[in-house]
Nanobody, 119 residues
Framework: QVQLVESGGGLVQAGDSLRLSCAAS????????MGWFRQPPGKVREFVAA????????RYADSVKGRFTISSDNAKNTVYLQMNNLKPEDTALYYC????????????WGQGTQVTVSS
């Protein structure tokens, strides 16, 4: 059974940092693109960051460039999202997802982890 399990969310103050983790299991994601998305309260889900599991180029939403970093640890089958200088507008439910082929929708999704940033 394929699973993506996020963790690391919480309640922090503006300017703080958090690191989200996404543990993958059930199949190989070595060729996949791993992405982080978020859904703020009352809004639609939006793209945050993505990178190839085995390295390569990374992409970020303009709103998080310079503050968030996506990375992976192949030995632990885990993808991370380091979030620095958090802002209240970063408050959202954060999801990780796996895209097995470029150009197709992300096939696998985690259940999400809540990040709340107070001002």
């Amino acid at each position: 059974q394929v699973q993506l399990v996020e963790s690391g969310g919480g309640l922090v103050q503006a300017g703080d940092s958090l690191r989200l983790s996404c543990a993958a299991s059930g199949r190989s994601f070595s060729e996949a693109t791993m992405g982080w998305f978020r859904q703020p309260p009352g809004k639609v889900r939006e793209f945050v960051a993505a990178a190839g599991w085995s390295g390569g180029s990374t992409r970020y939403a303009d709103s998080v460039k310079g503050r968030f970093t996506i990375s992976s640890d192949n030995a632990k089958n885990t993808v991370y999202l380091q979030m620095n200088n958090l802002k209240p507008e970063d408050t959202a439910l954060y999801y990780c997802a796996a895209q097995l082929e470029i150009g197709v929708p992300y096939e696998y999704w985690g259940q999400g982890t809540q990040v709340t940033v107070s001002s």
